[in-house]
């Protein structure tokens, strides 16, 4: 049980109850296939595409869901959060919809495109230095004097509750696929697709994918024990994080393998899901691929369903640009 | 009558049959939204993305039917173009669908990319030097020597046909528009859509996306008479080409306007759709929403139907990267 929150670990009714909730404001995406894809890997590919989810990315399941069951008492001061990515857009998106504050720590170094992006759902931006405890102080702070309700990118069961609709919309489609191939970085979408895969198709197994220049999720597996990221460098910012304290066990307990993938063939992914398959997809997203090209031995005449966490790349930056990936 | 292939301007019943000839061949492809792109025109678009047909463009539809519905004595002789772009993989993988030779004559200094493709899909290249005099002749000698039947990429009863389908389909999703905007450069698509229009949706108003620097249909509307394309620069590559002699009329008694675009609009308006609705587009296909952007007013309070026509861009060649398209 979690104290600030007054939740537990999400259970089947409680994930029913949460696609209720998001029902009316998130996107229900499509499953995508690619018939060059699946000759390039010899499985069976579906391809859950959240790039087309409102804000660019699945965090809007997990922040509207946060917001939309907000006590009602706590609905004039606001919710909170520091992020520079995809959950800063999403809560602040979240939070206009029902028509509250959003605080957003932001570090001052964070891309103007980023910031832009936050303004324009509405949120309200506080740059603090970049440092973690910059930011966690400045956030401390805002939640101080504005009483707003911090609500963390992941280590949240409210979070992981609303991404867990990823995987509970996959398997309407998809009738129990072999395999289940969600990124992870900080683990809110991996325990999310953990619980619904327990409740909603018990027999799919569930592989994370993760950078392996921010292999800490892979690490943790590995070792039994938590494994905090050591200065990720990869080109997979959306995985940069470490687990949390609610998404580790759920992770360690209900993962199959954590794979990783080069970051050659991460930048070579995610050009080949741009060139065949014709969307957007930031690097995090082709991270997936990226590990199936790298490990291709489990997933070799396999039904498998891949999570396309997001589409928010920075279209003046992109990875073949700069590098030699060679397309296999 | 066209003596070569026997076809006449198709009719009702024709454009139906088409449609079945080509079902168990092509996408089905999706009709997106995007509010965002909503406020900015001001208008309700739908986006009928064939970005995500086969090859990579609505060409394949024409293709197939003119592969699909030839007689049974051409077969074992092939079909046979000159392209450097998307029809040369459309014919290409068509042919192959059915099991015949394709032949496709292409400039020696067609970009690697394009001949990989049309090699991907087994056509067999000619090449020839780059000028439309050698590739003409080219393609009479190929057609002398092996028997194929020639294929025009757009002056082909067959072929508008095939591409009327694009416009049948949105009308079965979308219905009643106001308005369909089509791209035009040989008008193979617009003259399809025309006649899809006539016979599926005669209340809706068909207008033409071409750019300003290729604006030989705009130029031949508004005088008239048919007037050539004349040393076209622009970066939509697919839209370089004149009008045909059986495109022509079709689309000079069908079409409401034909409106234009500057290149810069049409750099904004491709990275717009890549950035807001997380889909790769080539520079052809945001022609009509750069022409929605540069002409406004017929569009307010309109629920327009747009055809995206491909998706195939060059990822290490991106308009933006190149000039300052500031976004509107």
């Given at each position: ?231 990720p460098q990869t080109i997979a910012d959306g995985l940069r994080t470490s687990l949390g304290s609610k998404t580790y066990p759920i992770i360690m307990e209900g993962v199959t393998d954590i794979l990783t993938a080069s970051e050659d063939s ?63």
């Amino acid at each position: 049980m979690d104290k600030k929150t007054g939740q537990d670990i999400p259970d089947q009714q409680r994930l029913l109850e949460a696609r209720e909730v998001i029902k009316p404001y998130v996107h229900r995406t499509p499953v995508l296939t690619c018939s060059t894809l699946d000759q390039i890997t010899g499985a069976t590919l579906f391809f859950k595409c959240e790039n087309f989810q409102k804000g660019g990315a699945f965090k809007f399941r997990g922040a509207s869901h946060a917001v939309m069951t907000l006590p009602q008492d706590q609905l004039s001061k606001g919710v909170a959060t520091h992020s520079s990515g995809n959950h800063a857009q999403a809560l602040s998106l979240a939070a206009r919809m029902r028509g509250i504050h959003a605080h957003v720590v932001m570090p001052e170094n964070a891309p103007r495109i980023k910031v832009a992006a936050v303004e324009q759902y509405g949120g309200n931006i506080r740059f603090c230095p970049p440092t973690l405890p910059d930011r966690e102080a400045t956030l401390e702070k805002v939640v101080r004097e504005t009483g707003a309700a911090e609500i963390h990118p992941y280590n949240d069961y409210r979070i992981i509750a609303g991404q867990a609709s990823v995987a509970a919309e996959i398997y309407e489609e998809v009738t129990r696929p072999d395999i289940l191939l969600v990124p992870v970085g900080g683990g809110g979408l991996l325990s999310g697709s953990i619980l619904s895969t327990r409740y909603f198709s018990p027999g799919t197994r569930v592989y994370a994918a993760e950078p392996e220049k921010a292999d800490d999720a892979h690490q943790s597996f590995r070792q039994g024990r938590f494994v905090p990221a050591d200065k990720p460098q990869t080109i997979a910012d959306g995985l940069r994080t470490s687990l949390g304290s609610k998404t580790y066990p759920i992770i360690m307990e209900g993962v199959t393998d954590i794979l990783t993938a080069s970051e050659d063939s991460i930048a070579c992914a995610m050009r080949l899901i741009w060139e065949r398959m014709k969307i957007v997809v930031e690097p995090s997203a082709a991270v997936p691929l990226a590990c199936i090209m790298d490990n291709p031995v489990p997933f070799r005449n396999t039904r498998t369903a891949i999570i396309i966490s997001g589409g928010n790349a920075d279209l003046m930056n992109l990875p073949w640009m700069n590098q030699a990936a060679s397309i296999h």
